[in-house]
């Protein structure tokens, strides 16, 4: 089904505006076509959640004999709840539930039995306000779902349409309210799930990082021996064994360094466990902190959930992203932005600063190049616009992830 997207956004002083949203051409596509906008993106992946949600709200309205219904549940950080099931929905009433009002009925105020709103809505139906007037709908009954520490903290909402009147007080009600308790327990613990998975694999890398880091001895034993008998040669003037084993140490030093820097950043990872969205979160704010350019952290994406090796190198490629900005750009606003459109994910890095970087490669500043090979490891790619005087743009984008993406980009 078709989502709307959720704007998780962080604004900058308000005396600065962007000319422009950021936008994205996908690859091997006509000129012709323009590029996706951030206010007009396509429908966000759906949830691991939704199919199981659908299932069971087909068996809701089968058993209280209900014309449709939806679930919405509040993102990571949202504001707004936004559906992720639906099930007999036509697309105008679907644009329409979100502004039911359920104190709109002659009574004035909806019944409200054990946490179950039940509304008139015939009459409502004829108001100007009440968009929705494609069928002969009577009544709506609304439940919260709601976590373990109490009434008031609610996560979603399941709704549902009659085409006879409802009382709160009855057997539908009831039953409403157990699927409700039901929906509340099956999406705490699927999150409890997935942050405790994301945890474990993150402990699973750090403790590969420091087995790779005792590894470190083995070629320091093979240094040492090497430098021995360095030393014994230079002692007996043997010239040519001085320079042979002088090589091996230097290539010994050059190899090992190469690999465990390697090895450790892909295992070592400083990203927050509880996911991306909260990492890109904490880390726009840390770099307004400390550079003091005001940043704007702009999610379009309701529903970001990508394997925890995506996450790594999303995080680390907008971490040196925003490290190049902080450092080199002059900037005094920047933004991030991710989009999902045309079947890809976008993340978008830009400033206003002065522009004109070349990315060129320098011994011992390879930071645009890692970010392209990390890039790569998740089958996307990098671009990047720097033009003087209009600040530095890059763009980090690849396709949904499939069910083989180990064996895509691996």
């Known amino acids: 089904m078709s989502k709307k997207t959720n704007s998780v956004r962080n604004t900058p002083a308000a005396d600065f505006s962007w000319a422009s949203d950021s936008g994205f051409t ?3 596509q006509g000129a012709g076509k323009s590029p996706g906008k951030a206010h007009e993106p396509a429908a966000s992946p759906v949830s691991e959640l939704q199919p199981l949600l659908e299932k069971l709200l087909e068996t809701l309205l089968i058993a209280v004999k209900a014309n449709s219904g939806i679930i919405r549940i509040l993102p990571y950080l949202g504001q707004e709840l ?65 976590g373990d520490h109490g009434p008031e903290n609610h996560f979603g909402k399941l709704t549902l349409f009659f085409d006879s ?14 699927f409700a308790n039901l929906l509340s327990s099956i999406v705490e613990q699927h999150k409890s799930i997935r942050d405790a998975k994301r945890v474990d694999l993150i402990a699973e890398r750090q403790a590969i ?11 320091l034993v093979y240094t040492r021996m090497r430098t021995s008998l360095l030393l014994e040669s230079i002692r007996t ?24 820097r390697e090895l450790i950043t892909d295992f070592r990872c400083a990203m927050d466990p509880s996911g991306l969205i909260n990492a890109l979160q904490t880390l726009t704010g840390q770099f307004s902190h400390r550079s003091e350019i005001a940043i704007e952290y702009v999610n379009h994406v309701t529903h970001l959930e990508l394997p925890l090796e995506y996450e790594i190198q999303i995080f680390h490629i907008v971490q040196e992203a925003l490290a190049n900005i902080a450092t080199h750009s002059g900037a005094s606003h ?12 976008v993340f978008t890095i830009e400033d206003n600063g002065s522009g004109g970087c070349t990315f060129t490669p320098v011994e011992g500043h390879y930071g645009m190049m890692i970010m392209r090979e990390r890039a790569q490891r998740i089958g996307g790619e990098i671009k990047v616009k720097s033009s003087k005087g209009f600040g530095t743009h890059v763009q980090l984008f690849f396709p949904e992830p499939g069910v083989d993406w180990r064996k895509v980009n691996g």
Request: aromatic content about 6%; charged content about 20%; some cysteine.
């Open 26 to 28: 996908p690859p091997r």
């Open 82 to 146: 936004q559906p992720i099931s639906s099930v007999g929905m036509p697309a105008e009433l679907l644009a329409a539930e979100s502004s039911f009002n359920l104190a709109c009925e002659p009574g004035g105020k909806a019944e409200n039995v054990r946490g179950v709103y039940s509304a008139d809505i015939s009459s409502c139906m004829a108001k100007p306000h009440c968009s929705y007037t494609g069928c002969m709908l009577k009544s709506i009954m609304v439940a919260h779902l709601q």
């Open 165 to 178: 009147p409802q009382s709160s007080d009855n057997y539908t009600s009831k039953t409403v309210l157990s």
């Open 209 to 219: 990082a420091n087995e790779i880091h005792d590894s470190l001895a083995q070629n």
């Open 237 to 260: 003037g043997n010239e040519l064994m001085t320079t042979k084993y002088a090589h091996d140490i230097d290539d010994a030093l050059e190899s090992s360094q190469k690999t465990v």
């Open 334 to 345: 920047a933004r991030l932005i991710v989009e999902f459109t045309d079947n890809y994910y």
